[in-house]
């Protein structure tokens, strides 16, 4: 008997527990009323002879105290675990959840939007899948131009569904629909069957303006354009018009503005010139106004059209036009 009870101290002495149930288990097992060890050994008591009685009294209340001590502590620590604070601690710093840009391009077309907006130009928009009236003919592109070649544009299904090659398209719809005075922007994105390179893509932006009125002149063009090289590329920027030619235009030009790198002194970017080409320019063809049967004795008007990515690569010193489509990050985090 008295063995068992030294088996049970040797068991005991390793006991650990930090959950509540295995707790409630072992303190039925030893100190239950009914039927707990430690009940029952002292129930042997009187059973015990008389000689034996002292040490088994001793050696019991030895195992009983152990028990009582185990309960004790153990109980101390099932508390500590439920009391533990939960994973969640609300004064740690919280993670900083790295913020997206946007695109520079973006970033660019907002900018321009900007400044004609504040000389009244309205947003609007043409569809990048167009047909050939809106993409050439309304615009007086002879019927054999070599734009419509194969070599530039793209053909959806035949010959007169096409992905548009400039968002001068924009202006047939408007003209079609609207009547003067008209003072649109048109942003947008357009395709040509090029071949990919820095200096090319197939698909790019260009943003197109347009105003049609009464009695708008050479002279307003050239003060509207005068206003945005300023706004844009800074209040020292100077411009200048070189003659060109565009189907949809009469007068055309192609205007360009002092080098925003070299301040025009000649650099590798304005090819020691001073001056970047930027836009091309003219006065809306009256052929263009009666397509859209706009009264061309009537009314005048200029238009003047530029691509998005070149104008992005002369403010950030951009080299090479695939970056704007590859959507490096490391590219991209730094506008
Ligand atoms: N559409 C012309 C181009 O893509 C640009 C332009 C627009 C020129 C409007 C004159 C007037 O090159």
């Not at 003072?183 to 994105?189: A, K, N, S």
């Not at 050239?222 to 020292?236: I, S």
Request: proline share 4%; aromatic share 10%.
């Amino acid at each position: 008997m008295i063995d068992t009870i030294k088996q049970h101290i040797a068991e005991l002495t390793d006991f650990y527990t930090e959950s509540a149930e295995e707790l409630e288990v072992f303190r039925i097992k030893y100190m239950s009323k009914k039927n707990g060890i430690v009940t029952n050994l002292f129930n042997e008591f009187r059973n015990i002879p008389n000689d034996q009685k002292k040490e088994f009294g001793q050696i019991l209340n030895q195992l009983k105290a152990l028990v009582e001590t185990k309960l004790e502590t153990l109980k101390t620590k099932v508390e500590d675990k439920s009391a533990q604070k939960p994973d969640l601690d609300l004064s740690l710093e919280a993670y900083s959840r790295p913020l997206g840009t946007r695109h520079p391009l973006s970033i660019v077309r907002n900018q321009i939007i900007d400044i004609f907006a504040r000389i009244g130009f309205t947003i609007s928009e043409g569809p990048e899948i167009e047909d050939d009236w809106h993409n050439f003919s309304a615009l007086n592109f002879p019927e054999e131009h070599p734009a419509r070649d194969m070599q530039d544009t793209f053909f959806v299904s035949d010959k007169n569904v096409l992905l548009r090659t400039h968002t001068s398209n924009g202006q047939i719809r408007v003209m079609e629909t609207q009547k003067p005075p008209i003072r649109i922007i048109l942003p947008g994105r357009v395709f040509r069957n090029e071949a990919v390179s820095a200096r090319a893509h197939c698909i790019f932006h260009q943003i197109e303006g347009l105003y049609i009125d009464k009695n708008v002149s050479f002279a307003d063009l050239k003060q509207t354009l005068m206003y945005f090289a300023k706004e844009f590329f800074g209040e020292q920027t100077k411009i200048r018009l070189r003659p060109s030619f565009f189907p949809f235009t009469e007068p055309s030009a192609e205007m360009d503005v002092t080098c925003s790198i070299c301040q025009g002194k000649g650099c590798n970017v304005c090819k020691h010139s001073g001056w970047l080409e930027i836009l091309g320019c003219g006065m809306v063809d009256p052929n263009v106004l009666e397509n859209c049967k706009i009264d061309s004795k009537k009314y005048t008007g200029f238009a003047f059209g530029m691509g998005i990515e070149r104008i992005t690569m002369l403010k950030y010193g951009i080299n090479d036009l695939r970056l704007f489509f590859e959507n490096d990050l490391r590219f991209l985090k730094q506008f």
